[in-house]
Nanobody, 118 residues
Framework: EVQLVESGGDLVQPGGSLNLSCAAS?????????MSWVRQAPGKELEWVSG????????YYADFVRGRFTISRDNAKNTLYLQMNRLQTADTAVYYC??????????WGQGTQVTVSS
């Protein structure tokens, strides 16, 4: 069974950092698939956060995270990452990894909760 499993979410103070991971398994063709991070805050619509091409050369960011978040991938480990720095309370959301580059595709993980609060 194809699976994407996120981890790394936590409670962090404003200004802090977190590194999210998304591990692909079950025969998922990770190294040949563009990937994204998307998020959903309570009571708000889903937001695309960042995307990366299959080789990792090309990276894309929503304006509200550019300069603070960094997306990366390790195709040898079938893992996607999101390094989040200078976190703000507005970044509080469930973060999902998904297929797709500049918008989420058909395959999603179960999500990991990020809470930014003092």
């Amino acid at each position: 069974e194809v699976q994407l499993v996120e981890s790394g979410g936590d409670l962090v103070q404003p200004g802090g950092s977190l590194n999210l991971s998304c591990a692909a398994s079950g025969g998922f063709p990770f190294s040949s698939t563009d990937m994204s991070w998307v998020r959903q805050a309570p009571g708000k619509e889903l937001e695309w956060v960042s995307g990366i091409g299959r080789t990792g050369q090309y990276k894309y960011y929503a304006d509200f995270v550019r300069g603070r978040f960094t997306i990366s991938r390790d195709n040898a480990k079938n893992t996607l990452y999101l390094q989040m720095n200078r976190l703000q309370t507005a970044d509080t959301a469930v973060y999902y990894c998904a297929t797709g580059r500049t918008k989420p595709g058909a395959i999603w993980g179960q999500g990991t909760q990020v809470t930014v609060s003092s």
